[in-house]
């Protein structure tokens, strides 16, 4: 076959300074690293912990917990510990809860300036526990929390009032040498997300956290956050995403992959190539792409799976893949690397699949091409 041309990179990423949340690094050419928070009262530290267990085994690289109640504040320091992934407070309303997070160890604390009352004339003790500790804050500025002078200047959350907000903050905590930030811009419009994103990236080089707030039931939370991800990602801003969904966490940990996956940002694992059938499809493409994706879940490899109705592109997708099935007549011609290795009934196309899936998957774990 042909030679392997590489695809080029999305885009250039954002140059942005680089903080360590724990052991994650984020921004500075980091990997874009991907984010949930955990829905459990936080004071339960044993659900917390199990919660957390779930979600690293998901691929969540960094976890929010939130910290409503003093509490939930005394049980950071176990969370902190015990979990396998850095732990990130979430503090709302009561500065004295970002004294106990970074005291507790916390991997990293999140601010709302917003909603703190008096924040400003906290920032120097904040930036001074925060320093002795190495401790990074997100400045987590949201649309349904924006301070009221900012609020009242542009009478409602504009992009400029996200981001005047956010760089307001910043140089506070900069007046008192503290660097150690990155900053968030939610709303839950992605049209209005994307333009605050995009001019907080010209005017600082921190590195972003890109959500969308309140994005909603995964169905819909999924599409706003993949458009608006994707069209700040594929210009190079962004450096650690959190889907947000009205359902587990552990699907916006799925959602979140699945986006840096498509562009490219992150190795892609098992794809499956499926065509979405036609008046010319001669096999059930639905069931023979459900069926081959449940045999295959949970593949660590980066194997390209084309499962095609006919044999108008059938073919020529089946041969671009690692493995590809092309049906017709009621039979399906078993593709590996480009060539027609045999041709089976239709009934035996999803095993097939699965059995050479399977060899070709344990060949490039042994030539060390899993991530
Ligand atoms: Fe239709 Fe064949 Fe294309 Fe599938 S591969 S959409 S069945 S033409």
Same mark, same amino acid.
């Not at 309303?93 to 970074?102: E, L």
């Not at 499956?272 to 593949?299: F, H, N, W």
């Not at 017709?328 to 593709?335: L, T």
């Given at each position: 076959g042909?030679?392997?041309? @590489?695809?080029p @990179?999305?885009a250039a990423?954002?140059?942005?300074?680089?903080i +360590?949340?724990?052991?994650?690094?984020?921004?500075?050419g980091?990997?874009?690293?991907?984010?949930?928070m955990t829905?459990?009262?936080?004071c339960?530290?044993?659900a917390t912990l199990q919660?957390?267990a779930?979600?690293t085994?998901?691929?969540?690289?960094i976890?929010?917990v939130?910290?409503?109640?003093?509490?939930?504040?005394?049980?950071?320091?176990?969370?902190?510990?015990?979990?396998?992934?850095?732990?990130?407070?979430?503090i709302?309303? !009561? #500065?004295?809860y970002?004294?106990a997070a970074i005291e507790?160890?916390c991997?990293?604390v999140r601010? %709302? #300036?917003g909603?703190?009352?008096?924040f400003d004339d +906290?920032?120097?003790e904040?930036?001074k526990?925060?320093?002795?500790?190495?401790t990074p804050?997100?400045?987590?500025? %949201?649309?349904g929390?924006?301070d009221?002078?900012l609020?009242? *200047?542009y009478?409602?959350a504009t992009?400029e009032?996200?981001?005047?907000?956010a760089l307001?903050e910043?140089?506070?905590?900069?007046?008192?040498g503290?660097?150690d930030? *990155?900053?968030?811009?939610k709303?839950?419009? @992605?049209?209005?997300m994307i333009?605050? =994103?995009?001019?907080?990236?010209? !005017?600082?080089?921190y590195?972003l956290h890109?959500?969308?707030?309140e994005?909603?039931?995964?169905?819909?939370?999924t599409?706003?956050?993949?458009?608006?991800?994707?069209?700040?990602l594929?210009r190079g801003i962004?450096?650690?995403?959190r889907?947000?969904?009205?359902a587990p966490?552990?699907?916006?940990?799925?959602?979140?992959?699945?986006?840096?996956q498509?562009?490219?940002?992150?190795?892609r694992?098992?794809?499956?190539?499926?065509c979405p059938?036609c008046?010319r499809?001669?096999?059930?493409? =639905?069931?023979?792409a459900e069926?081959?994706?449940a045999?295959?879940?949970?593949?660590e490899?980066p194997l390209?799976v084309?499962?095609?109705?006919?044999?108008? %592109?059938?073919?020529?997708e089946?041969?671009?893949?690692?493995?590809?099935?092309a049906?017709?007549?009621? *039979?399906?011609?078993?593709?590996v690397?480009?060539e027609?290795?045999k041709?089976?009934p239709e009934s035996?196309i999803?095993?097939t699949l699965?059995e050479?899936a399977?060899?070709?998957a344990?060949q490039m774990?042994?030539?060390g091409v899993a991530?």
């Amino acid at each position: 076959g042909l030679p392997e041309v @590489p695809l080029p @990179p999305v885009a250039a990423r954002r140059a942005s300074r680089r903080i +360590q949340v724990g052991p994650v690094p984020v921004g500075g050419g980091a990997p874009v690293s991907v984010q949930s928070m955990t829905t459990t009262r936080t004071c339960d530290i044993g659900a917390t912990l199990q919660q957390i267990a779930e979600l690293t085994a998901s691929g969540c690289e960094i976890v929010r917990v939130a910290c409503p109640t003093q509490d939930d504040a005394d049980a950071l320091a176990t969370i902190a510990r015990k979990s396998q992934i850095p732990v990130i407070a979430d503090i709302h309303f !009561q #500065p004295k809860y970002v004294f106990a997070a970074i005291e507790a160890g916390c991997a990293a604390v999140r601010v %709302n #300036p917003g909603n703190i009352k008096k924040f400003d004339d +906290q920032v120097k003790e904040i930036a001074k526990a925060a320093g002795d500790h190495g401790t990074p804050i997100r400045i987590g500025v %949201n649309a349904g929390s924006l301070d009221r002078r900012l609020l009242q *200047k542009y009478g409602r959350a504009t992009p400029e009032a996200l981001v005047e907000s956010a760089l307001w903050e910043a140089s506070l905590f900069e007046e008192h040498g503290f660097r150690d930030i *990155k900053i968030s811009v939610k709303h839950n419009d @992605p049209v209005v997300m994307i333009e605050a =994103y995009r001019r907080l990236a010209e !005017q600082c080089d921190y590195p972003l956290h890109l959500g969308v707030t309140e994005a909603g039931p995964a169905f819909q939370g999924t599409i706003k956050s993949a458009v608006a991800f994707g069209a700040l990602l594929s210009r190079g801003i962004g450096d650690t995403i959190r889907v947000s969904l009205s359902a587990p966490p552990v699907e916006e940990v799925k959602v979140g992959i699945q986006i840096l996956q498509s562009l490219g940002l992150r190795q892609r694992r098992l794809e499956i190539v499926s065509c979405p059938s036609c008046g010319r499809a001669q096999v059930d493409v =639905y069931k023979l792409a459900e069926e081959v994706t449940a045999g295959l879940d949970g593949m660590e490899v980066p194997l390209r799976v084309a499962v095609m109705g006919c044999v108008v %592109n059938g073919p020529g997708e089946a041969r671009e893949a690692d493995l590809g099935v092309a049906s017709g007549n009621g *039979k399906g011609q078993i593709f590996v690397k480009g060539e027609v290795i045999k041709t089976v009934p239709e009934s035996k196309i999803v095993e097939t699949l699965i059995e050479e899936a399977m060899k070709i998957a344990a060949q490039m774990e042994k030539d060390g091409v899993a991530s």
